[in-house]
């Protein structure tokens, strides 16, 4: 797929008549020099698709990003060091790679809007439209599997860490962009199917 081809197509035709299993999803991460949209930066895109409920590792997208931003208590967190050695392309060049990579899927991730602001943050600075990508937050749909009842609290947001606790699914390689995209991954197959025990759900339904 050539730079940019989806965005030449209507936004509502992407997912027109796929079924959950048929739908190309992208789990993402990023990892960032801090939280502020304006002036913080992306370090690392972390990517894999999930299709057919598979998981395709072998198919993952990891990009380190070259920023003359850096925050070192933010580098305690996800341990990339400002002279790391990894070969690191500009972030117009990284954005590129990305693009391509990400197509026309849904975007999967764990409080989505922060990342996909990020993102569309460092495309507007880099001269590209924003993502028109749908995209699914494993942190609202864990919300919908949970019991409506009085006798429970719930939380008005769940971590990452939450999610691996709650399906017991290794933390090994937490606060790595692309650790966490496969973390993300397997959070959403698991919700997928709790939900699917209340009731047989569609694509559309997961977006609402």
């Excluded at 993402?28 to 990517?47: S, V």
């Excluded at 028109?132 to 599997?145: E, H, I, P, S």
């Excluded at 966490?180 to 977006?207: C, G, H, M, P, S």
Aim: charged letters at 30%.
């Amino acid at each position: 797929m050539s730079l940019l081809h989806f965005w030449k197509k209507e936004e509502d035709t992407f997912y027109k008549n796929t079924t959950i299993e048929e739908t190309r999803f992208v789990v993402l991460d990023t990892e960032t020099t801090g939280f502020d949209y304006t002036n913080d930066r992306i370090l690392c895109i972390g990517a894999l698709v999930l299709q057919n409920n598979i998981i395709s590792v072998q198919d993952s997208f990891e990009l380190y990003i070259k920023q003359e931003h850096y925050d070192k208590s933010t580098a305690q967190i996800h341990g990339i060091l400002k002279d790391f050695v990894v070969k690191r392309p500009s972030e117009s060049e990284a954005l590129e790679q990305f693009l391509n990579y990400l197509g026309d899927s849904v975007i999967i991730a764990h409080h989505a809007h922060f990342d996909i602001t990020m993102i569309n943050r460092a495309l507007e600075r880099n001269g590209f439209p924003e993502l028109k990508n749908k995209a699914l937050d494993t942190g609202v749909l864990y919300k919908k599997t949970l019991i409506k009842s009085h006798l429970f609290e719930r939380k008005d947001h769940y971590s990452l860490d939450d999610l691996a606790d709650k399906f017991d699914i290794s933390k090994k390689d937490r606060h790595t962009a692309l650790g966490d995209a496969y973390i993300t991954a397997i959070a959403f197959l698991k919700i997928v199917k709790k939900l699917r025990e209340k009731k047989e759900i569609n694509l559309d339904q997961l977006f609402k």
